[in-house]
Nanobody, 119 residues
């Protein structure tokens, strides 16, 4: 069963940077989409960034500050977060869709990693 492992969360002062990483746990055949979502307390989960064969897209609130990147060989997706603001505080989730080595499709979420930017 395909699983995702996230790392890189933590606490940083406003204006600081963090890099989140998400790694697929096993060999897979193809990845269709890699995304980062976040969910702040009392709010709905929102899409932060997406990368696919069509390119990358970002939420308006993070454009110019966050960069999503993919390392195909390692089946990893990173989220570089710069100029962090208190409103970026949330649990960040990785989401990946694709096909495994047996051609079965998968759609999996990471366990979530906390990012805290104190005001």
């Amino acid at each position: 069963q395909v699983q995702l492992v996230e790392s890189g969360g933590g606490s940083v002062q406003p204006g600081g940077s963090l890099r989140l990483s998400c790694t697929v746990s096993e060999n897979i055949r193809n990845i269709y989409v890699m995304e980062w979502y976040r969910q702040a307390p009392g709010k709905q989960r929102e899409l932060v960034a997406r990368i696919s064969s069509g390119g990358s897209t970002y939420a308006e609130s993070v454009k110019g500050r966050f960069t999503i990147s993919r390392a195909n060989v390692k089946n990893m997706v990173d989220l570089q977060m710069n100029s962090l603001k208190p409103e970026d505080t949330a649990v960040y989730y990785c989401h990946i869709g694709g096909t495994n080595i047996d051609y079965a499709t998968f759609d999996v979420w990471g366990q979530g990693t906390q990012v805290t930017v104190p005001s």
